[in-house]
């Protein structure tokens, strides 16, 4: 018995110095090893119902300044942000002072319209929430632009 007291306050003693860590609460990593995506919206798409979006990249809606300065994130004139409904690709746009000047053409399902965001320094693929497509409507401005949520995509 008393060698079992001896033996847990060795490994208690062990985990103290060496900084034993539970991994639930680590912050998750943001780098990944995802190559830049050639995404390009079709170019059969009907230009007559199309929306646009003024878009700024917010990561610090799901992630904390520890885990983006771990990761050495920053935006960059590589980064891409394109609309999807399901597959199709509706619309890319790369940064301009900051923002992301998005076009975005008509689901051909009138499918929701998902934002993905590739950013070049993370090497890694954001998703954010779905919204609904509304025909002739702007979605943010220079002003207010439109800051979704994004997350890691799965």
Known sequence: MKHTHILALCVLSLCTFFGCKDKKNEPES????????????????DMTSSMT?????????????????AASYQL??????????????????TPQD????LYICAPTKGEQVTLKYYSAALKNIFTAEPFAFANDTQLGSVAAPYKPAFV???
């Open 30 to 45: 943001l780098v990944g090893s995802v190559a830049k995506p050639a995404w390009t919206a079709l170019a059969d798409y």
């Open 53 to 69: 979006a003024v878009v700024k990249v917010s990561l610090s809606a799901n992630y904390t300044a520890e885990q983006l300065s």
């Open 76 to 93: 960059s004139t590589s980064d891409i942000v394109a609309a999807f409904a399901g597959n199709e690709c509706l619309g890319v746009a």
């Open 98 to 101: 900051g923002l992301f000047f």
């Open 152 to 154: 890691l995509q799965d």
